[in-house]
């Protein structure tokens, strides 16, 4: 009884642990500060072994975070600790010091309850930032897939030879893309390590995050939790055995965006036995590190005139659309063994889809109408850029949040005709309480602010994407039996149109 009470107490103590965002390091940090700022009211008897124990674990914890990088999130939690020092360790340091010196222990002197009371408040204060800091920006935790599939991961980079870059002058210069390949693996040793999250590398994450903040004019301080996190997939695991060959998906990130940001996404696909592929699209994602090392920048920046901006957008579009239909050539030559690959024979790129999130949604929905090897679309709220010809005749799942006041007028009406004369039926799905990045990864370590990412929780947003692509894909790729408008509707509002606008 005793073992299960322990248990049950270290899986409470966990539970607040992580619902603070704290490593169990800085969790002890905060624990001592908050005891040491407490000390100068706590009885006589006790202050000063409280005082001197919440002082050294502070700065045991300091040293260690010291050791491993010291996330922001703490310098207010050490910093209240230090402002606490004088009121209420100073005894047990003086007592320490008379008896060095041979001298007798003088009493010690507290400072006035009306000193100590502002002064304790605003320790205790500075103590409080540290971990609301840390529960605002976290370092994210992904879920962990669902289904019966491991997941392994890799990345590829692909030149096409046929294709100039448009972003530079060079004219040698050829249109590259990076991809990010989630795939059903093998599954590994309980010890493997699992992969980086957000880049190959701490580094590469790190540079992804920074530029992914200065994009939206956030100090990249904010977010350096993000390359401390770990996704669930094993970084080049041995793909899972057998001779089943998967669909593919396609996935297009945001303007600006990168081919990590749906992660948690992506890894829960594969562990469902689909391959996805991820792009990153250079001059348009934030940050893209080629196997080089060089790092690409963004170049992508609207000019503030509606008109010249759409003509822009058009333009980037259908480069993500090429990107796209240029990565399913690759991969039918991975899959026909034309490149040596561990997943030659494992894909079967007959059975396609291409997904996207905002601009990338509109990149999926315009590579589908050029190329008929993509048998499905999923939008991920996207604006639908570019030509609306011919029709799609494919099945499409568009999710999109609710319309608001800031939401452009022409969005819906756009999507609607977008979707009009499809031969097979589309779903349009509006999710109760989704904003623009609910259909990300964003909710993982952004603030929980529902304008920003919406009112569905951490992992809600990312589970809510996750279920509703998976069941839509499943009937679309694989004919199974099920009831997709049960399971889309109960996320929201479903609009349905079959077979070319019946609703």
Known sequence: MRRRARRAEDGRVTEIIAGLSLSPVEFLAVLGAVVLVAARWLPPAVRPRAAAGAAATVALCAAVMGVRGVRWQMLPVLAGAAAALPFAPAPVVGRWLGRVRGRPARAPRRARWWLALPGSAACAALVAAGPVAAWAFPVPVLPRPSGPFAVGTR?????????????????????TVVVQLWYPARAGAAGAARAQYLGRTRE????????????????????????????????????????ERWPVVLFSPGAGGVRTQNTAWAEELASHGYVVAALDHPYDSAAVVLDDGRVVRSRTLSTG?????????????????????????????????????????????????????????????????????????????????????????????????????NTDPRYLPRLREALAGDSATSYRLTVRGAA???????????????????????????????????????????????DLEGVLSAYGELEVDRAGGGG
């Open 155 to 175: 990345v590829v980079q692909w030149t096409d030879a046929q294709r100039p870059e448009t972003f530079t002058a060079d004219p040698d210069d050829r249109r």
């Open 204 to 243: 590469e994450a790190r540079v992804v995050a920074g530029a992914l903040a200065g994009g939206v004019h956030l100090p990249g301080f904010l977010v350096d939790g993000v390359p401390r996190a770990r996704s669930s997939a094993v970084f080049g695991a041995e793909v899972a055995a057998g001779g």
């Open 305 to 405: 005139d509606r008109d010249a901006d759409e003509r822009l957008a058009e333009q980037w579009t259908a480069i993500r659309a090429a990107d796209l239909r240029f990565v399913l050539t690759q991969l039918e030559r991975v899959g026909r063994g034309e490149t040596a690959d561990p997943l030659t024979g494992r894909l079967d790129t007959g059975r396609v889809a291409a997904a996207g999130h905002s601009m990338g949604g509109a990149a999926a929905l315009q590579a589908a109408r050029e190329d008929g090897r993509i048998g499905a679309v999923v939008d991920l709220d996207g604006y639908p850029h570019g030509p609306l010809s011919p029709a799609l005749r494919r099945p499409v799942l568009a999710l999109t949040q609710a319309v608001g006041p």
């Open 436 to 482: 623009h990045l609910s259909f990300m990864d964003g909710p993982l370590y952004l603030p929980p602010v529902p304008s920003v990412v919406g009112s569905l929780g951490r992992e809600g947003s990312v589970r809510m994407v996750a279920a509703t692509t998976l069941a839509f894909l499943d009937a679309a790729l694989r004919g199974a039996p099920g």
